[in-house]
């Protein structure tokens, strides 16, 4: 039974205080597939490149991930992002977004992709979302949604249609008070779980993240880092982390989510460490094991239940 | 062995979205005082109001606190603030400060505080902060400082003299960013304890806090709250928790602090459900069971140590 990641695969090209990289491997799908693979061995990815992409996918299958649901365009341009970070890394310029072949992207599901039991649906436009939940013949176990304002701005009611379907959504705090109208993250919480999903994830970058469902909510802490050297891709780590968590597991629950979140923020925490996906292909169980450990610390206190 | 908290007693005028008051009673004292009474039976306020404070110290003599401390100015105005909160309740405007009485304030310590055991140094100039110390014949067992990006850009030199003599700092993000040079709030954290303190605590609001100190760190979430009606007192409700649990359990240690922030987070997390000190006025210690057993709930997850 697979985990199937639908996203960007692409080429970025990153600045940052610390230094500056040519076009190097990335996409919202390449760094959750990554993370996903240190929780779950069958991923699956869907996305498109062009032909200029070449070796690179060695990348990704190396890690064990399927890519046959990856179309290449022959004499097609893989999508390319370059950004400049800011000093404080917290905010960045975007200084070019070449889509190329992304803006004919039509998602492709191969057969041996109709096991999919749990799919995560990143961050595109909410009608490759839609065509990809009608061309899976069963509805996955899990469906986890990633978004952004953007799409609220110019596709809200295709976007609605897509929360119809998913059970979870992740987005930030800026985005949960856009979509919903309200200030409060609690109200916010509830007009959005009423519009279809039942968990809502609310990421807060360097502030953690926050888990509604079943009535419950959880807070999770982000680990507080002395060097950020590249947060490109690190919701996406996080994202493919709780998913990755989730599949592996089984058993969808609330108490369940709260583990995958901090699975997820570990994955990401790791994810900033180096440039792109440096870091996230060459990570230990023992790393891993090491930094859920300091999550517990951070956030153990000894109240009484 | 007594709690003396030095601090504004004051007059408010506040609005927010949901409505408005005359002069009510505030001050950072009056807050973090009330607060403290929940968890620490002598609790003793170092202040100065006018003559026309008049039967008002009766709100706060009323919770047992000791007013010996509190400078009563005979013909003299009491500190009046007046400030409108915006509709997210996260900003507000500055209507009038008129500092009246507080203007010449010489902090007075009846004999009767020289069993001070521990000592909360509110938001005031570095120079009454300093002053205080000074006339305490015995080093105070925990002396905790609350101060603000104010007094960084005015009186940074004055400042740093106080922070040798501290034992923990309460700032907020900006501030150590500010105080520090540096971003990273790990950091920044360094460079701050290497200044005097053996603890920081960094207020995150609704982010809730981080502490720092004895090399590890504790990051204490914020109860996401649907309605948050007066902000007023907040983080000086918070500071009077958590020094008053430091008083009641005595031993100083970096475990004591975790739960001490948790007890604190939880009385701020009332203090805002009503106008000024309202709610502070009439706590159950059942519901403040339950508040602190929301915020483990809150935090809780199941990956083990």
Redesign the interface.
Known sequence: MSLVIVGTVAFDAIETPFGKTDKIVGGAATFSGLSATYLYDDVKLVSVVGEDFGDNLNIITAKGIDVDGIEIVEGGKTFFWSGKYH????SRDTLSTDLNVLADFDPKIPKSYQDCEYLLLGNLTPQIQIATLERLQNKPKLVVLDTMNYWMNVALDDLKKVLQRVDVLTINDEEARQLSGE?????ASEKILAMGPKYLIIK?G???A?LFGEG???????L?????FDPTGAGDTFAGGFIGYMAKVKSINF?NM??A??YGSAMASFCVERFGTERMLDLTQDEITVR??Q???????????
Request: hydrophobic content about 50%; overall charge negative; glycine content about 2%.
């Open positions: 000093n404080d890394l917290n200030y409060s993250l609690v109200k807060k360097e502030h953690g926050l419950q909510i959880f807070s999770a802490p982000a507080p880092l002395a060097d950020v108490n709260k583990n979140i901090i859920l450990q999550f517990v610390a951070l956030s153990k206190f000894d109240i009484a239940e």
